[in-house]
């Protein structure tokens, strides 16, 4: 399939969003875009026209959008998947998890048609890995972590490296929790139930070493974490992360005592982008997109790439 010729259904119940979106995407980016305004009247017209890309909005009359979506890939599996919703993000991770959902899109105001556009090309392609197509000419620069003596100097290099940046509290504190789950996950793929079991005297070698980059503009950079063990997957981060957002009988998140996962719980609300690509026993890639002098929004998107 040629992304330039791909067909894509869009599905909301509000008329103005729906032709927004359509009119972007037809126009701006060349997709032959059909719509639909509700589940019921999406699964009909696919019954008659063939499509490579399904986005529906999640809070719909006559179905949910993950009603829809889980009908979708049970009858055509080969068609791709986004949600999107106005709504706070983090109250889908439960049903994310249940419906093996790694996409919801969020209709912010300005609507974000770039990244929309990014996602799509991204999913369509199955093309998701490095950082460089959030930039149009990047400065860059990569770092590599070996042993356990490298971790703080080398995230110390690395935020130090950042032309426009400040020393962050919070920015390394989620960078830590990443590559340590990189090297004892990814590349150890040490059992994460038993910490107190993990060795600290480890050398990896040359194609098993982190890899950090960094890339740069004039307002925005890109950190990304890569372990070549491809042992996270996005069933896992979707329990984590819902583990962090499902309330007990007192109103405290059930995994609130738990360490596991806590490093992409963090990253989500401590940063403007989390995108996490997995390549299953291969590798996985941790990426962070901030823009200079902007603070992370409490409602941001779920982007969960798995080949």
């Known amino acids: 399939m040629s992304i330039n010729t791909a067909r894509i259904l869009i599905v909301d119940d509000e008329p103005e969003v729906l032709d927004m979106i359509a009119t972007f995407l037809e126009f701006k980016k060349g997709y032959t875009v059909f719509t639909a305004t509700n589940g019921a009247m999406a699964l009909e017209f696919l019954e008659k026209q063939d499509v490579d890309l399904v986005i529906s909005d999640i809070n719909m009359p006559v179905m949910k959008g993950f009603t829809l979506l889980s009908k979708i890939k049970a009858k055509y599996p080969s068609i791709r998947r986004i949600l999107m919703t106005a709504y706070n993000v983090e109250e889908y991770f439960e049903l994310a998890l249940n419906y093996d959902v790694g996409t919801i899109f969020l ?65 390394i504190l989620v960078l830590n929790e990443l590559v340590a789950n990189a090297i004892f996950y990814g590349a150890l793929d040490n059992d994460p139930t038993q910490k107190m079991d993990w060795q600290f005297d480890f050398v990896l070698p040359t194609e098993k070493a982190i890899r950090l980059q960094l890339l740069w503009d004039e307002t925005s950079y890109a950190i990304t974490i890569t372990d070549r063990g491809g042992k996270l997957t996005k069933r896992d981060v979707l329990y984590w992360l819902s583990r962090q957002t499902i309330r007990d009988d007192k109103g405290n998140p059930i995994g609130i005592g738990e360490t596991h996962g806590r490093g992409l719980f963090l990253a989500r609300r401590f940063i403007d982008r989390l995108i996490i690509n997995i390549h299953p026993q291969q590798k996985t890639e941790i990426i962070i997109l901030m823009k200079q002098g902007t603070s992370p929004q409490d409602n941001k998107p779920l982007f969960i790439n798995e080949l």
């Open 107 to 171: 209709k912010s105001i300005p609507f974000p048609f770039e990244e929309l556009s990014h996602s799509i090309t991204s999913i369509l392609s199955a093309d998701f890995f490095g950082a460089e197509r959030f930039f149009v000419n990047p400065q860059s620069a990569e770092f590599f972590i070996h042993t356990a003596e490298q971790i703080d100097p080398t995230i110390n290099l690395l935020i130090k490296s950042i032309p426009f940046g400040t020393l962050n509290a919070r920015l």
